[in-house]
Nanobody, 128 residues
């Protein structure tokens, strides 16, 4: 129950793009806010983006603003993270996670806290 699955990771040259996908394998995402995280080798996990239940509110870490775009497709039970102009420092394992968003979660610092369910991650490697 509450299995999240990421896909779309891989190896890309610096300056290239990837799109990550996230879906609830055995549940629907429509009642949940979604956040994306990443963990670089030897570093702590960091939140990078959030999207609200209806997709109207998005938030980003400063490190990815202007390069990454989070979106979701309610009908197809999918969330996405479009990553453009990738840099070697973007390398890491990327995770999607969900929680119930409240009005307190309409800011970046809050929306990446206390996630309820997590995917297993997808590896993104950006070569230089």
């Amino acid at each position: 129950q509450f299995q999240l699955v990421e896909s779309g990771g891989g190896v890309v040259q610096a300056g290239g793009s990837l799109r990550l996908s996230c879906t609830g394998e055995d549940f629907t995402l429509d009642q949940w806010g979604i956040a994306w995280f990443r963990q670089a080798p030897g570093k702590e996990r960091e939140g990078i983006s959030c999207i609200s239940r209806d997709g109207e509110d998005t938030n980003y870490a400063d490190s990815v603003k202007g390069r990454f775009t989070v979106s979701r497709d309610i009908f197809n039970n999918m969330a996405y993270l479009q990553m453009n102009n990738l840099r070697p420092e973007d390398t890491g394992v990327y995770y999607c996670a969900v929680k119930y968003f409240t009005r307190d979660d309409y800011n970046f610092a809050s929306c990446v806290k206390r996630m309820r369910y997590w995917g297993k991650g997808a590896l993104v490697t950006v070569s230089s």
